[in-house]
């Protein structure tokens, strides 16, 4: 019998040769894996790194001047990124964006108009400060050396590269959804972007109407309801309904509305129109000082617009002409039977001079005063001072002359002057003024509770934020959606929206608002103001 032999039947190894064969193929396969992963590493990094260099430059497109320079200096110095996985010739980790300043579409920082997310396409390129509104940043390439990925014959990754887009979105939050149509925009405007630079301090004549002529002062729509009662709502309340909206693409609400009118005037301390004043019982407190030209009897008197309601003084002020009141130069009649006096028996705040001196009033640009004021008459009405007196006396918050010299008296403005009553309540606004033993001027509130001081979330009464639109050039004829905004503006009501006078001696209209400038609205701010904006950079892709 043959014994076969072992060897010849063993097959425990036959395996080996196959694995020797595919070895080659299994490191390849991990390597392109590992090599990938850095790769997508790297990639990720660089991505990273547009995104924070686009946002940077988007926190500064503001419309102002320098805004191109700032926003590409921010993408460019205040990148922090590093990249781990990048190891081409340079040796360095630091991700780079080249700074070019320059507001056009060009380079490695670009700026535009517009961007339609829908399409995913640009719109124009900038062509300025102003009309820069989106931001493309591009980082340098940057090249991965493969670890293994060798072996398969790939050595380095080429150059990889990433873009980022940014915009800066804004809202407006704790304020009146208004606006106003940029009163210095003429008729044949068609720039969306056309800047209005009101000084702090200057008057604006604004009008109740649809948003159709420079200078009308309409409203925003802020939610889906509409109509006179839901805009007297977020114009009247203490706590405006809407919140926060959107700076850009608002959405406006014609028409003019009186009970929005009567919700402006609860921040007088004025009642009207019933329920309309303040709608379904909301709270629609007055200004803690709430001095205006309008008095009421002094007993019994009513919180309306009447005879023993609000009404202006039997002897109401009157200027005669763009100068101060003075023994030289007084008020004129304010009837064919009464003689000229020099001051009125009550005054508020005054509009600037040349808008107080008819219904149009003769200022340069008639929409827009000179902040020229007549504030020896404000003091000598109120408190029987001179202006040697007034100077002296009326300090701010700090204690602080309001105007140390003549020369500073242009630069004291109403609201300087409401800021000290403030802070003098005592022996300012809480200092009733009876006169003909009939008639009482207040400052205080007496018609609807005590009224508001403006500290921690309460805001002030008597400060709004109004939106700055240019209407011609956007065509708006009443109900506009996706409406660009200018700007903002932070202004103080000078006084009441009411018609004074009549025939060729009205010096006001229903519906006319007055107002001073107190400046731009700014970004951020503090609980206490009035207005407070929310700049918020955002990525497009």
């Known amino acids: 019998m043959k014994r076969r032999s072992l060897w010849l039947g063993d097959v425990s190894g036959a395996v080996a040769p196959t694995v020797a064969l595919a070895l080659f193929a299994l490191i390849g396969a991990t390597g392109i894996a590992f090599d990938y992963a850095r790769l997508a590493s790297l990639d990720t990094e660089l991505q990273n790194a547009a995104d924070q260099a ?12 320098g805004a191109c320079a700032r926003a590409a200096a921010a993408a460019a110095g205040l990148l922090s990124n590093e990249t781990l996985f990048a190891n081409d ?6 991700v780079v964006v080249q700074n070019e300043s320059a507001c056009d579409a060009a380079g490695a ?3 535009y108009q517009s961007y339609d997310q829908n399409t995913d396409t640009f719109g124009p390129a900038s062509t300025g400060d102003a009309d820069a ?36 979105g804004s809202a407006i939050c704790k304020v009146p959804p208004v606006m106003m149509c940029n009163p210095a925009e003429p008729d044949d405007n068609t720039d969306i972007n056309l800047d209005f630079n009101p000084d702090e301090g200057d008057g604006l004549r604004l009008v109740i109407g649809s948003p159709d002529s420079p200078g009308n002062f309409g409203f925003l729509r802020t939610g889906e309801d509409a109509g006179a009662q839901e805009v007297a709502k977020t114009v009247g309340y203490d ?11 608002v959405e406006t609400e014609p028409g003019n509305m009186i009970s ?22 909301g709270t629609c407190s007055p200004s803690r000082n709430s001095r205006k030209d309008l008095v009421r009897a002094n007993s019994g008197g009513t919180c309306e617009f009447s005879s023993t309601g609000w009404h202006e003084a039997p002897v109401p002020y009157r200027a005669p002409n763009a100068n101060p009141l003075s023994s030289s130069n007084p008020m004129i009649p304010a009837n064919g039977s009464n003689p000229a006096v020099v001051y009125p028996q009550a005054m508020g705040y005054p509009r600037d001079l040349c808008h107080a001196v008819s219904v149009d009033g003769t200022c340069t640009t008639p929409l827009i005063g000179n902040g020229d004021w007549d504030i020896d008459a404000y003091f000598h009405v109120n408190y029987g001072w001179s202006r040697t007196e007034w100077m002296t006396n009326a300090v701010d918050e700090d204690g602080n002359s309001l105007a140390a010299t003549a020369a500073d008296i242009p630069t004291v403005s109403r609201y300087d002057v409401y800021k000290y009553e403030m802070n003098n309540p005592s022996s300012t606004i809480d200092v009733d003024r009876v006169f003909a033993s009939t008639e009482v001027s207040i400052g205080r509130p007496v018609c609807r509770g005590a009224g508001i001081t403006p500290g921690g ?14 209407c011609k050039a956007q065509e708006l004829h009443g109900h506009e959606e996706n409406v660009q905004v200018r700007k903002w503006l932070d202004v103080f009501l000078v006084e009441p929206s009411i018609a004074r006078g009549n025939g060729p001696n009205q010096r006001s209209r229903n ?6 400038v107190i400046s731009v609205s700014s970004a951020g701010g503090t609980e206490t103001a009035q207005v407070i904006r929310r700049d918020v950079p955002y990525l497009i892709r």
């Open 54 to 65: 686009a946002l940077a430059a988007a926190t500064q497109l503001d419309g102002e001047t």
């Open 89 to 94: 010739a340079t040796a360095s980790r630091a």
């Open 109 to 111: 920082i670009r700026f």
């Open 133 to 168: 509104r989106v931001v493309l940043v591009q980082v340098n390439p940057r090249e991965a050396v493969y670890a293994l990925t060798p072996v398969v014959g790939a050595f380095r990754s080429g150059n990889i590269s990433a873009e980022a887009v940014a915009a800066l």
């Open 239 to 249: 706590n405006p309904p809407s919140g926060c909206f959107a700076t850009n693409g």
């Open 260 to 281: 929005v009118r009567a919700a402006i005037n609860t921040r007088f301390d004025i009642s009207e129109n019933g329920a309309m004043t303040c709608p379904d019982s």
């Open 457 to 470: 979330s309460i805001p002030d009464r008597r400060r709004i934020a109004v939106a700055v639109v240019n």
């Open 511 to 516: 519906g006319d608002i007055y107002a001073e």
